[in-house]
């Protein structure tokens, strides 16, 4: 029955595709599956997503079409994709992979950038959004804003400010940044602090917030076309209420750093290229001091420690484009959990997430072909290789109650392709037809995760160390119109999740 269901959506999707396809007109622009909005000294259009100048990530993230927010608080805020969430979707910041560190999903990856240093945000669904990484959901991507070298030396500065009544919260950033022939560079930073929240029934308690983000970036001009980019961000958290849950966060730290090398060429066919070292660490602590009748106190914090390398190359000639990516990265992520009773007891120690360890390596290609004006075909793929495995530690002598030896090392090799069409026709109508399949590995949360209390769902989560990958065979759907006074979308899509 399903596989009638999806034959019968993908004909009613192409017969109306190829009968419009013989109405084409001149225009090259193209319906594309992916949305950037960016800022830039033209046409700015982050500042259309802003409701102010100090508005969050996360507000703007909101107002990006198909993306949603999980609220457990009033900050930390988690991105979903057509409702495909955490581990289903990468979150990456500037291509670089980056692994929150609490368990219970309290440090989505998009609260380390502010919009002060923020360039641009790419959100692509499904198959075709699997360049950064693999998944199932898409990808969202933040991209830091760098300095640009120019022909003569300049200056830019900015300061903002405001106040918020409600929360009697504060927020301040700042960025200063230097142009020049041979180096730049722009050094930028958000302070923001907030008490609890005020609704018509009274006082949301433990909805305050506290931190500070900065973000430096350095750029030396070797030559015309080639450049090196030295790049660094911290985030620091304290005090942040989740009211939501049953505990709030009392520290989370962020460090994030990378050297880029980069190779620019309008003329030949290699358009660009980009090799990048990059290395993240972030720590996570829960914290129920704070709260009232707590029947047993608990210390919970976690760890994740990433570094990766990618190169990326994008080749251009005629009617066709290519982009290539290679990359390889490892990520190490622990919890511990102390419990203090109340009484006599002795105080309790477990690891909720045991010294676990993921390697992946992975190749991704996105090649687009203009077969006319205003019809362009795409097809995006990807391969990895995933060895995931977890290190002697009393976390994982644990598991061996459950008859399960979580040293041994679990392989995966996962795929994922997109084949996308893309037409435009004449009266500002276009539309966007995309298939595709893809697979996920199981986090480490999912594997090895021991006892693990997700508050939203109201269950303890124990980890399976023989989940299998989840694969998603997908089917979507863009028809848009748009007029200089109106514009009208629908985007029916049909996934199938295994």
Same mark, same amino acid.
């Given at each position: 029955?399903?596989?009638?269901?999806?034959?019968?959506?993908?004909?009613?999707?192409?017969?109306?595709?190829?009968?419009?396809?013989?109405?084409?007109?001149?225009?090259?622009?193209?319906?594309?599956?992916?949305?950037?909005?960016?800022?830039?000294?033209?046409?700015?259009?982050?500042?259309?997503?802003?409701?102010?100048?100090?508005?969050?990530?996360?507000?703007?993230?909101?107002?990006?079409?198909?993306?949603?927010?999980?609220?457990?608080?009033?900050?930390?805020?988690?991105?979903?994709?057509?409702?495909?969430?955490?581990?289903?979707?990468?979150?990456?910041?500037?291509?670089?992979?980056?692994?929150?560190?609490?368990?219970?999903?309290?440090?989505?990856?998009?609260?380390?950038?502010?919009?002060?240093?923020?360039?641009?945000?790419?959100?692509?669904?499904?198959?075709?959004?699997?360049?950064?990484?693999?998944?199932?959901?898409?990808?969202?991507?933040?991209?830091?804003?760098?300095?640009?070298?120019?022909?003569?030396?300049?200056?830019?500065?900015?300061?903002?400010?405001?106040?918020?009544?409600?929360?009697?919260?504060?927020?301040?950033?700042?960025?200063?940044?230097?142009?020049?022939?041979?180096?730049?560079?722009?050094?930028?930073?958000?302070?923001?602090?907030?008490?609890?929240?005020?609704?018509?029934?009274?006082?949301?308690?433990?909805?305050?917030?506290?931190?500070?983000?900065?973000?430096?970036?350095?750029?030396?001009?070797?030559?015309?076309?080639?450049?090196?980019?030295?790049?660094?961000?911290?985030?620091?958290?304290?005090?942040?209420?989740?009211?939501?849950?049953?505990?709030?966060?009392?520290?989370?730290?962020?460090?994030?750093?990378?050297?880029?090398?980069?190779?620019?060429?309008?003329?030949?066919?290699?358009?660009?290229?980009?090799?990048?070292?990059?290395?993240?660490?972030?720590?996570?602590?829960?914290?129920?001091? @704070?709260?009232?009748?707590?029947?047993?106190?608990?210390?919970? /914090? +976690?760890?994740?420690?990433?570094? $990766?390398? #990618?190169?990326? &190359?994008?080749?251009?000639?005629?009617?066709?484009?290519?982009?290539?990516?290679?990359?390889?990265?490892?990520?190490?992520?622990?919890?511990?959990?102390?419990?203090?009773?109340?009484?006599?007891?002795?105080?309790?120690?477990?690891?909720?997430?045991?010294?676990?360890?993921?390697?992946?390596?992975?190749?991704?290609?996105?090649?687009?072909?203009?077969?006319?004006?205003?019809?362009?075909?795409?097809?995006?793929?990807?391969?990895?290789?995933?060895?995931?495995?977890?290190?002697?530690?009393?976390?994982?002598?644990?598991?061996?109650?459950?008859?399960?030896?979580?040293?041994?090392?679990?392989?995966?090799?996962?795929?994922?392709?997109?084949?996308?069409?893309?037409?435009?026709?004449?009266?500002?109508?276009? @539309?966007?037809?995309?298939?595709?399949?893809?697979?996920?590995? /199981? +986090?480490?949360?999912?594997?090895? $995760?021991? #006892?693990?209390? &997700?508050?939203?769902?109201?269950?303890?989560?124990?980890?399976?160390?023989?989940?299998?990958?989840?694969?998603?065979w997908q089917l979507e759907y863009n028809v848009r119109q748009e007029k200089r006074n109106y514009s009208w979308s629908v985007q029916p899509f049909y996934h199938l999740t295994q």
């Amino acid at each position: 029955m399903k596989k009638v269901l999806f034959y019968t959506l993908l004909l009613g999707i192409l017969f109306p595709a190829v009968k419009l396809l013989a109405q084409t007109d001149s225009t090259k622009n193209h319906l594309l599956n992916e949305l950037t909005i960016q800022s830039s000294p033209g046409k700015d259009q982050l500042s259309f997503y802003q409701s102010s100048k100090l508005t969050t990530t996360e507000e703007i993230l909101a107002r990006m079409e198909g993306v949603n927010l999980i609220r457990r608080g009033a900050y930390g805020m988690e991105p979903t994709l057509r409702n495909y969430s955490a581990n289903q979707i990468t979150l990456s910041i500037d291509g670089m992979r980056i692994y929150g560190a609490c368990p219970d999903k309290m440090d989505p990856v998009s609260i380390y950038v502010e919009p002060i240093n923020l360039q641009n945000i790419s959100a692509a669904h499904g198959a075709s959004g699997n360049f950064v990484g693999g998944g199932i959901g898409g990808n969202i991507n933040l991209s830091f804003k760098t300095p640009n070298t120019l022909c003569h030396t300049q200056w830019l500065a900015q300061v903002v400010q405001s106040y918020s009544t409600n929360n009697n919260g504060i927020a301040t950033s700042f960025a200063v940044e230097k142009s020049g022939p041979k180096d730049a560079f722009r050094i930028s930073g958000t302070y923001r602090k907030a008490g609890d929240y005020f609704a018509p029934s009274g006082r949301i308690r433990y909805s305050a917030y506290e931190k500070l983000n900065m973000a430096v970036s350095y750029q030396v001009q070797i030559d015309s076309n080639y450049q090196v980019r030295f790049s660094y961000l911290g985030d620091w958290g304290r005090n942040m209420g989740y009211p939501a849950l049953p505990m709030d966060v009392g520290l989370a730290n962020a460090h994030i750093g990378s050297i880029s090398y980069l190779y620019a060429d309008g003329k030949g066919i290699i358009k660009s290229n980009e090799l990048k070292l990059y290395a993240n660490d972030i720590y996570h602590e829960m914290d129920d001091t @704070q709260r009232e009748f707590v029947p047993m106190h608990m210390d919970m /914090p +976690s760890w994740s420690r990433t570094f $990766g390398a #990618y190169n990326e &190359i994008s080749l251009a000639k005629n009617r066709h484009q290519l982009k290539v990516r290679a990359d390889v990265h490892q990520n190490f992520m622990r919890a511990d959990m102390t419990m203090y009773p109340n009484n006599t007891d002795p105080i309790m120690f477990m690891q909720t997430l045991p010294n676990s360890i993921l390697q992946n390596a992975g190749l991704a290609f996105q090649y687009a072909y203009d077969v006319t004006l205003n019809y362009q075909m795409r097809f995006h793929g990807r391969i990895d290789y995933v060895k995931h495995y977890a290190e002697p530690s009393i976390g994982a002598e644990s598991w061996v109650g459950f008859n399960h030896d979580i040293l041994q090392a679990k392989i995966n090799h996962l795929k994922s392709f997109a084949w996308i069409h893309s037409l435009q026709h004449k009266g500002g109508f276009r @539309q966007n037809i995309s298939m595709g399949y893809a697979e996920r590995n /199981p +986090s480490s949360n999912e594997r090895y $995760g021991f #006892y693990l209390f &997700i508050p939203m769902d109201a269950f303890d989560y124990l980890g399976n160390p023989d989940l299998h990958k989840e694969k998603s065979w997908q089917l979507e759907y863009n028809v848009r119109q748009e007029k200089r006074n109106y514009s009208w979308s629908v985007q029916p899509f049909y996934h199938l999740t295994q």
